[in-house]
């Protein structure tokens, strides 16, 4: 009987390690820059999952030291008035780091609005600039769940150079710079989607497998390599019979774990760490501001 039980790469503890060193870093710089970092998280309208994510930012930020500029807007806000917001925004020095919370309204154009974020300011690693930046190896804020992802490999020292892996997924938040990245990191990487033929024949050749989907519990058992290591970007809420729902990823945790040699969980894994990287990003953009000084 296989009793074997992969071992967990445990986001949420390297989330905090990382908190404590960015804190005590702030502490640091901040008698020389005369101001803590900033960063101003805009959301609009009242869905409720996307105000426990912003929530969860701002605790974030007041436990390293990073001010907070949130700004709340009703449903009904038309992009103009937040171009005009964000404008302002990146005039302001005391701001280093701005994000829209997703989803938007459907009246407002997301991406119209990430354009209007100075590049510099890009707490989220999305601007066009930055992925072009990533895309020519240059140096530049980083998508944050995929940068996440990447600190927590390093984290456990697994090799990267060389081995074969496979992204599940192609979306512009992770699929395609968390693949750059792996190429940045001298791996070979597959790109794997909705669209592609026997799925199962392409994820069992991965040292490092990527679900990030949105497709609950997609990847099993029998599509992972032995001893591979299989990171879990999804959070999918579903409902049993009696109607109680819990979260679960895009990999099927308990076959998979017995297969693996790594694995994250979910929650606990990939989520603290994309918070972990915004907190980077910002600090980041403040450090710059050091040196110009």
Do not use: W
Request: hydrophobic content about 45%; glycine content about 8%.
């Amino acid at each position: 009987m296989n009793t074997k039980t992969a071992k967990l790469l445990d986001g949420k503890a390297l989330a905090e390690k990382i908190q404590q060193e960015l804190s005590a870093a702030i502490q640091e710089l901040q008698p020389q820059i005369g101001r803590p970092p900033g960063l101003a998280v805009l959301m609009v309208g009242d869905n409720p999952a996307s105000a426990a994510y912003v929530r969860g930012k701002e605790r974030a930020c007041q436990k390293v030291g990073i001010a907070s500029f949130g700004r709340h807007f009703p449903t009904e806000t038309t992009e103009a008035e937040l171009e005009e917001v964000i404008a302002a925004l990146n005039n302001d020095e005391r701001v280093d780091g701005i994000l829209v919370q997703l989803p938007l309204p459907n009246h407002l154009d997301a991406v119209a609005l990430l354009h209007q974020i100075a590049p510099d300011k890009d707490a989220d690693g999305l601007h066009p600039v930055n992925l072009g930046r990533l895309v020519r190896g240059e140096e530049g804020l980083r998508s944050c769940t995929p940068a996440g992802i990447m600190r927590l490999l390093q984290e456990y020292s697994i090799p990267l150079s060389g081995k074969q892996a496979v992204v599940v997924g192609r979306s512009i938040l992770v699929g395609k710079p968390l693949a750059l990245m792996l190429l940045e990191a001298d791996a070979t990487v597959t790109v794997a989607h909705s669209r592609s033929l026997s799925l199962p024949s392409i994820t069992k050749n991965a040292d490092i497998l990527i679900a990030a989907v949105g497709r609950p519990e997609l990847i099993t058992a029998e599509m992972v390599k032995p001893d591979a290591v299989v990171v879990d970007v999804g959070i999918n809420r579903v409902s049993d019979s009696s109607g109680n729902s819990r979260l679960v990823g895009d990999v099927h945790f308990e076959s998979t774990a017995s297969v693996a040699e790594f694995i994250t969980p979910v929650p606990g894994g990939v989520g603290p760490m994309t918070v972990a990287m915004l907190l980077q990003n910002t600090f980041t953009s403040y450090a710059k501001t050091a040196r110009k000084l």
